[in-house]
């Protein structure tokens, strides 16, 4: 290989893994934005993961590996640029003090 590789993307390991619209598996989250049943906003090696649906809930979360299981019906999901990060935290966080 060479010096000019992306050493993130290289040494991050990053995957998602979704069966059947319905349980998504997710490794190299560093931390977990906020979230509610509609809304997930995850950091990741990769940048910030947007995932909206219905009834999500975390049913697997391991800090030390990075890897976070969600069950529910998922709609989509989204890479964001950094200033776009902040202003889905902000309505998320207009929503819940509304």
């Known amino acids: 290989m060479g ?4 050493k993130d993307i290289v040494t ?3 995957n998602i893994s979704i069966t059947g619209r319905r349980n998504i598996n997710i490794s190299g989250v560093k931390k977990i934005e906020n979230f509610d049943e509609s809304e997930f906003l995850l950091e990741t090696n990769m940048g910030y993961l947007m995932i909206k649906g219905t009834n999500l809930e975390i049913i697997k979360l391991d800090t ?3 890897d976070v299981s969600i069950k529910g019906k998922v709609n ?3 890479y964001l640029e950094e200033g776009k990060k902040q ?10 003090f509304k």
């Not at 010096?3 to 992306?6: E, R, V």
């Open 3 to 6: 010096d000019n590789m992306d």
């Open 12 to 14: 991050s390991n990053h």
């Open 76 to 78: 989509s999901l989204n």
């Open 64 to 66: 030390y590996q990075g």
């Open 87 to 96: 202003e889905k935290q902000e309505s998320v966080f207009s929503k819940l």
